[in-house]
């Protein structure tokens, strides 16, 4: 069965970094783009980055470009998300999907972003 597993979040100080990790099961991970969404506290669950099959076309939202780079590794069946210059703002239970099906979600791992 589909198994996404998210890592690597914790709580950091305004300006820290932290990389979250994705680890995929159960499907031909090589064959899908990838995506990261957040859902903050109140607020809808919103799309924060995606990375195509070869890893060589991303996007990112607005609100993240330049400071987050979402990346993979198919022979490991790994999706990352390298978060630099972290605001408080960003603080987040961050989900990783399959971009375009988004029928299967991990557990999440939350991100808190505070002084």
């Known amino acids: 069965q589909v198994q996404l597993v998210e890592t690597g979040g914790g709580l950091v100080q305004p300006g820290g970094s932290l990389r979250l990790s994705c680890a995929a099961s159960?499907?031909?991970?090589?064959?899908?783009?990838m995506s990261w969404y957040r859902q903050a506290p109140g607020k809808e669950r919103e799309l924060v980055a995606t990375?195509?099959?070869?890893?060589?076309?991303?996007y990112y939202d607005d609100s993240v470009k330049g400071r987050f780079t979402i990346s993979r590794d198919n022979a490991k069946n790994t999706v990352y998300l390298q978060m630099n210059s972290l605001k408080p703002e960003d603080t987040a239970v961050y989900y990783c999907?399959?971009?375009?099906?988004?029928?299967?979600w991990g557990q999440g791992t939350q991100v808190t972003v505070s002084s």
């Open positions: 159960g499907f031909a991970f090589g064959r899908y783009s």
């Open positions: 999907t399959r971009s375009t099906l988004r029928d299967y």
């Open positions: 990375v195509a099959i070869t890893g060589l076309i991303t």
